[in-house]
């Protein structure tokens, strides 16, 4: 299947650890993205690469740090986790100059 | 910086009604997007439009590019159960870059 995959679906960990969310898409996609959607379910942008370049870096703490090792993979790693990391982390992805974006199926983070 | 409101926060509608939402915007759009997202899915892309006054439909979807290109308009004709969810549009300005609104949460009761 052709889509944008995320490993975990789930992910449980207490405050203070250091975890990394993976994503993927085979679509042949240029730009990845990263997205947080909180509790109240609103979706707001994170970063984005365009092949393997950081283009797109909102107001976000510096304990998130993305890698994009190719084109294909953006993975998000986050430092010394807090209570308030806890979300759904949407991994998205787009081709060329396409407006459109296409997303993952979410990892949802819980600190404890 | 851009403000995205979508209206109405939620739905509870019977099975047959008609759904409408929309979204306003402050600022101008190039292009807007509404996605629907199943609980525990991610958003996923309904109808995309590009110009001013388009009109575009996707199956029993409908959703309108308004002429001042602040503001978009979905339709949902004859619901079904399987269109509960929560629907967001989204707005792009410049390239890359989408701004969501807050969502429509639709209930379809039987």
């Known amino acids: 299947d052709t889509a944008v995959s995320q490993t975990p679906k789930y992910l449980v960990t207490q405050m203070g650890n250091d975890k990394s969310i993976k994503c993927e898409q085979n679509?042949?996609?240029?730009?990845m993205y990263w997205y947080k959607q909180d509790s109240k379910k609103f979706l707001k942008i994170m970063f984005s690469?365009?092949?393997?370049?950081?283009?797109i870096n909102e107001t976000v703490p510096n304990r998130f740090s993305p890698k994009s090792p190719d084109k294909a993979h953006l993975n998000l790693h986050i430092n010394s986790l807090e209570l308030g990391d806890s979300a759904v982390y949407f991994c998205a992805s787009r081709f060329g100059t396409a407006y459109e974006q296409y997303f993952g199926p979410g990892t949802r983070l819980t600190v404890t | 910086g851009q403000q995205l409101n979508q209206s109405p926060q939620s739905m509870f509608i019977q099975e047959g009604e008609d759904v409408s939402m929309n979204c306003t915007s402050s600022s101008i759009f190039n292009t807007w997007l509404w996605y629907k997202q199943d609980p525990g899915e991610g958003p996923v892309l309904l109808i995309a439009?590009?110009?001013?006054?388009e009109l575009t439909s996707n199956g029993r979807l409908t959703a309108q590019f308004g002429i001042t290109r602040k503001d978009s308009f979905l339709n949902i004709s004859a619901s079904i159960p399987s269109d509960v969810g929560i629907y967001f549009c989204a707005g792009s300005s410049s390239w890359g870059k989408l701004q969501f609104g807050a969502g429509t949460q639709v209930v379809v009761t039987p």
């Open positions: 690469y365009n092949n393997k370049e950081l283009i």
């Open positions: 439009l590009y110009k001013a006054g």
């Open positions: 679509l042949g996609h240029d730009t």
